[in-house]
């Protein structure tokens, strides 16, 4: 079965970073990418980026251009997401999503769709 | 960015009862639209991709249909399970868009 699990919640100070880590079992992990998507408390879901395991190409949203890294450790199955400079407004649930994309084509990421997903990891930036 | 619009943002429908989410995208997506639920508390579950695919495992009351700008999900017999939130997903290009999500209660 392919599961991808998250680490636990974190509570950070505003302008600090978090880095959530997402591990994957169950596939072969360079054969896939992986999408970051987000959920503010009682709000719809956000994509912030995907990044592919078998050559490290990432793609990020324009919101979060220059405040978000995403990486991968083939050697463990597992990608991460660091967010830098925390605000309130980040204060959100992380996801990780197996992307059916796992690589560009003509530089672009186009027909992915998300499957499965971590089960979350509550961030909380407060001061 | 390609904006997606669900109607209704909210639904009340019956055990048994036929339903149609709809979702419009701001410029043609061609069939790259997929489609999610989520439960309170709990991460979404894909549904439906490329417009009218059923993932594996997923009940066949569930189907998705539409191409270009207008798009459907349809649960033909509504059962207690589903009452949950479901989510559109535009892949056509990033930055991957949601819809705001339709919120399916008990009536």
């Known amino acids: 079965q392919v599961h991808l699990v998250q680490s636990g919640a974190e509570v950070k100070k505003p302008g600090a970073s978090v880095k959530v880590s997402c591990e994957a079992s169950?596939?072969?992990?360079?054969?896939?990418?992986i999408s970051w998507v987000r959920q503010a408390p009682g709000q719809g879901l956000e994509w912030m980026g995907w990044?592919?395991?078998?050559?490290?190409?990432?793609n990020y949203a324009q919101n979060f251009q220059g405040r978000v890294t995403m990486t991968t450790d083939t050697s463990t199955s597992t990608a991460y997401m660091e967010l830098r400079s925390l605000r309130s407004d980040d204060t959100a649930v992380y996801y990780c999503?197996?992307?059916?994309?796992?690589?560009?084509?003509?530089?672009?990421?186009?027909?992915?769709?998300?499957?499965?997903w971590g089960q979350g990891t509550l961030v909380t930036v407060s001061s | 960015d390609i904006q997606m619009t669900q109607s209704p943002s909210s639904l009340s429908a019956s055990v048994g009862d036929r339903v149609t989410i709809t979702c419009r995208a701001s410029q043609s997506i061609s069939s790259y639209l997929n489609w999610y639920q989520q439960k309170p508390g709990k991460a979404p579950k894909l549904l439906i991709y490329v417009a009218s695919s059923l993932q594996s495992g997923v009940p066949s009351r569930f189907s998705g249909s539409g191409s270009g700008t207008d798009f459907t999900l349809t649960i033909s017999s509504l059962q207690p399970e589903d009452f949950a939130t479901y989510y559109c997903?535009?892949?056509?290009?990033?930055?991957?868009?949601f819809g705001q999500g339709t919120k399916l209660e008990i009536k």
């Open positions: 169950g596939y072969t992990f360079t054969s896939y990418g």
């Open positions: 997903q535009q892949s056509y290009s990033t930055p991957d868009t």
């Open positions: 999503a197996r992307d059916s994309v796992w690589r560009l084509i003509a530089a672009a990421k186009t027909g992915g769709w998300f499957d499965p």
């Open positions: 990044i592919s395991p078998y050559n490290g190409n990432t």
